[in-house]
């Protein structure tokens, strides 16, 4: 069983920073590309960064030039670090893997269990 734990969220004030994290465990072979994703209330899951195994990286144009998606390899760890961060960034933060469990092929999409951001004053 492969699992995702996120942790960082929490409340921070409009043009503030925080830093999520995304840890891996579990038995596999590897980890592919790995994301975050956010949803807002009454909105839909979008992506919004992702970072592939050999670190090509995309962003959503509505976070390019703020966050910075980065991984640990090694650590099978994924982070997002926000900056001048927005009230419109209140979401509920995903973190996604694609998860090689046997080998480098067929990978298991594996979700993390969602971690808050609010950003308010």
């Known amino acids: 069983q492969v699992q995702l734990v996120e942790s960082g969220g929490g409340l921070v004030q409009p043009g503030g920073s925080l830093r999520l994290s995304c840890a891996a465990s579990?038995?596999?072979?590897?980890?592919?590309?790995m994301g975050w994703y956010r949803q807002a209330p009454v909105k839909e899951r979008e992506l919004i960064a992702v970072?592939?195994?050999?670190?090509?990286?995309n962003y959503a144009d509505s976070v390019k030039g703020r966050f910075t998606i980065s991984r640990d390899n090694a650590g099978n760890t994924v982070y997002l670090q926000m900056n001048n961060l927005k009230p419109e960034d209140t979401a509920v933060y995903y973190c996604?893997?694609?998860?090689?469990?046997?080998?480098?092929?067929?990978?298991?999409?594996?979700w993390g269990q969602g971690i808050l951001v609010t950003v308010s004053s």
């Open positions: 996604n893997a694609a998860v090689w469990v046997k080998g480098p092929y067929n990978p298991l999409e594996v």
């Open positions: 970072i592939s195994r050999g670190g090509n990286i």
């Open positions: 579990g038995r596999f072979f590897d980890i592919n590309a």
